[in-house]
């Protein structure tokens, strides 16, 4: 066999074993073993030192042309190689740009109606100058009751339905504040008059049916001062009101009423027109029961260690639960509790839509 049919056997093997590469890995042993330091023609380059010279310009010439056709094969199988795992990658991660976006999560989620309303509220009321207070869930019998002035087995304990946790070891019974009033108490042991305040938070009563829930939530309100009056409150009861339900006026009516920590105590009735399948407020012959509200009893102003010689104040409570109801048509609490994803989409509100005075409520 002349040495040119060998090298020509030996292209035709490499040339082969090029063409079997069906990945880069394997392309790459096959130049390995041929034009790698160990490689077979590389060997056999290195074998032209100890020929003749005659042989050497025979050979010689034969070599190098066999390494630079495998090179220029070995670069064109790599390239055909690295088009196809492109071809392959582009058609399996294809994108279709004309699909509809998938909504983010500020386009999906929903504020709560109780959440919206507490923003209305707090927004009315910063507007007016009032601060807002925040105090424990888990309240001690004093805060809740004696320091409110209902005395020691006054009934008036009785009608809160008081979920109570078991005695600790000085025999204290700690409890679920019924209502938002004890943090009328804090705030005047914390801070001195003036004092104008509104503290909206959760109450716990052991209730349950439509219109009542075993948590619900209420929005105290609480102004202090050396001469605030009746007339005061009633202003800012009418103007809250109305821009809470968005109308021109809300007229108010007071009934006389009894709660241990005000006096003179009263119940509060707004105009409405409860004629249609809605309420409509600031309108009508109806009245609706909305709050309960008074002028601070003297005892509570001692009992947080203001001399009610000096001070004076209005305080009121009212529903937030109830409120978020009657404007936004709702009629059964229990399903604000239930985290029903259908009822939060169909009743709740938009989170980049801040309710603010300028830029309306509940646009
Ligand atoms: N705390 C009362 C309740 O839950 C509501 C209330 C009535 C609060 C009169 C007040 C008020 O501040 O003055 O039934």
Known sequence: MTD?????????????????ATDLAALDQVRVAAL???GSITMLLAGLGQMSPDDRKVMGPLLNGLKNSISAEIDARNTALRD?????????EKVDVTLPLRKGPVARGRIHPISQV??????????????????????????NFTALNFPEGHPARE?????????????????????????????????????????????????????????????EGLVIDTSSHIGQLRWVLEQSLAAFFEVEHAEIRFRPHFFPFTEPSMEVDVRCDRSGEIVKFGEG???????????????????????????????????????AMLKYGM???RAFFDADRRWLDHYGFRPLDLPTLFGGLSS
């Open 84 to 92: 196809a795992a492109l071809a392959a990658r582009l058609a399996s």
């Open 285 to 323: 012959s109806d009245w609706l029961e909305i709050l309960g509200c008074g002028m601070v009893h003297p005892n509570i102003l001692r009992m947080a260690g203001l001399d009610p010689d000096v001070y004076q104040g209005f305080a009121w409570g009212i529903g937030l639960d109830r409120l």
């Open 118 to 143: 507490t923003d209305e509220i707090t927004a009315i009321f910063s507007d007016m100058g009032f601060s807002i207070a925040e105090g424990p869930d888990i309240e001690t019998d004093y805060y």
């Open 36 to 38: 790698g330091k160990k």
């Open 159 to 219: 009608t809160h339905d008081t979920f109570f946790f078991p005695p600790d070891e000085n025999g204290e019974r700690r409890l679920l504040r019924t209502h938002t009033s004890p943090v009328q108490i804090h705030t005047m042991e914390s801070q001195r008059p003036p004092i104008r305040t509104i503290i909206p938070g959760r109450v716990y009563r052991c209730d349950s049916d439509q219109t009542h829930t075993p948590m619900f939530h209420q929005l």
């Open 331 to 333: 009629n059964d609490l």
């Open 4 to 20: 040119q049919s060998r090298i020509e056997d030996l292209r035709t093997a490499i040339s082969a074993e090029i063409a079997a």
